[in-house]
């Protein structure tokens, strides 16, 4: 698992430093501001799964499952901390089991 740092975003050039997804999930810090940006070079769709620590009437609610399409990059977010993450606010993406990791690319930005 990789720890992913927030990048943030500039009125120039600004290229972004994207990591390898990691098998078993990455993370990031969460302020409820961040969106991903997901690179897929993989021939099949990817999954990615998103954590949901929110219960609504006692009963849990299910994770977040998002298609990425072959070949796609994907922006998405953001994820409000009172929804994904856990309590200190660590907000896990995992990519479905058997991709080549090396064929998912994840950069993190924080919207301001």
Same mark, same amino acid.
């Given at each position: #698992? *990789?720890?992913?740092?927030? !990048?943030?975003?500039?009125?120039?050039?600004? =290229?972004l430093?994207?990591v390898?997804?990691s098998? $078993?999930?990455d993370?990031?810090?969460?302020?409820?501001?961040?969106?991903?940006?997901?690179q897929?070079?993989?021939?099949?769709?990817?999954t #990615? *799964?998103?954590?949901?620590? !929110?219960v609504?009437?006692?009963e849990?609610? =299910?994770?977040?499952t998002i298609?990425?399409a072959? $070949?796609?990059?994907?922006?998405?977010?953001?994820?409000?901390?009172?929804?994904?993450?856990?309590a200190?606010?660590?907000?896990?993406?995992?990519?479905?089991?058997?991709?080549?990791?090396?064929?998912?690319?994840?950069?993190v930005?924080l919207?301001?």
């Amino acid at each position: #698992m *990789t720890t992913i740092t927030s !990048q943030m975003p500039a009125r120039e050039a600004n =290229d972004l430093t994207f990591v390898t997804a990691s098998d $078993g999930g990455d993370d990031f810090v969460s302020t409820g501001r961040e969106v991903l940006i997901v690179q897929s070079s993989h021939g099949d769709a990817v999954t #990615m *799964t998103v954590p949901v620590r !929110q219960v609504v009437d006692g009963e849990p609610v =299910d994770d977040k499952t998002i298609a990425i399409a072959a $070949g796609a990059t994907a922006v998405l977010g953001p994820w409000p901390t009172s929804i994904y993450g856990d309590a200190a606010n660590q907000n896990k993406v995992a990519f479905d089991f058997g991709v080549d990791f090396a064929d998912v690319q994840v950069a993190v930005v924080l919207q301001i």
